[in-house]
């Protein structure tokens, strides 16, 4: 079946380092999108990416950093420079035809600063 | 500048009884699709409905439908015959422009309900 695989799980990252989450799909959509929840509150966009090598900030991107490779994978680092990493993290991808619209979203990666 | 508006944190319902969700909006793109979504404690984003702007009859999947007031910017849920299951996070969410993202088509989403159905 397709769909978005996002990996690890739980992540723990020590103060300082720099982490990697990976955003994975075989649906074939081109675009793709990285949130951030905090505990209680809505989704907030990072990173987004419409095609392949072309990736746009989105509304609170200081932190991260993304790439596009491939169509199939978005994976996000979160950097040291980060301040309030904690947070659970979620890709989504997008599909846009004449007959088919919607988002389809991975089932997310909580990281925690310890 | 696009914004989505929840105002309820947290609702309770009695199993079996329909349940209304709040939702406006503001925006000032002429086209723009309307979704709902949602978020039990796993933390997956389950899409639930869809209306976009231009639909002439409010959208319905199954027990959910959207009650769609173009003029007052509203796109409140409705929950027919809540069942134990249905409790959980629903978010409301809006595609179109972000102040800073350009034409992403990104979603922008409302703070969330947290729905609560009692036996």
């Known amino acids: 079946d397709g769909g978005i695989t996002q990996s690890p799980k739980y992540l723990f990252r020590k103060e300082g380092q720099n982490v990697t989450l990976s955003c994975e799909q075989n649906?074939?959509?081109?675009?793709m999108y990285w949130y951030r929840q905090d505990p209680g509150q809505g989704l907030r966009l990072i990173y987004y990416?419409?095609?392949?090598?072309?990736?746009q900030k989105g509304d609170i991107a200081e932190g991260y950093s993304v790439s596009r490779e491939k169509k199939e994978s978005f994976p996000l680092t979160v950097t040291s420079a980060q301040k309030n990493p904690t947070a659970f993290y979620l890709c989504a991808s997008r599909v846009e035809t004449a007959t088919n619209y919607g988002y389809t979203f991975g089932s997310g990666t909580r990281l925690t600063v310890v | 500048a696009q914004k989505i508006t929840q105002t309820q944190p947290g609702m309770f319902v009695q199993e079996k009884e329909a349940v209304t969700l709040d939702c406006t909006y503001d925006?000032?793109?002429?086209?723009?699709?309307l979704f709902w979504y949602k978020q039990p404690s796993s933390g997956e984003m389950i899409f639930l409905i869809y209306?976009?702007?231009?639909?002439?009859q409010n959208a319905t999947e199954g027990r959910y439908s959207l009650n769609f007031q173009k003029a007052r910017k509203s796109a409140n849920l409705v929950i027919s015959a809540s069942q134990l299951g249905d409790s959980a996070m629903y978010f409301c969410?809006?595609?179109?422009?972000?102040?800073?993202?350009?034409?992403?088509?990104?979603?922008?989403f409302g703070s969330g309900t947290q729905l609560t159905v009692l036996p």
């Open positions: 990416s419409q095609i392949v090598n072309d990736f």
């Open positions: 209306q976009g702007s231009y639909d002439q």
């Open positions: 969410a809006m595609r179109g422009w972000s102040q800073t993202s350009g034409s992403a088509r990104q979603l922008t």
């Open positions: 649906l074939n959509h081109d675009a």
């Open positions: 925006t000032s793109d002429p086209s723009y699709g």
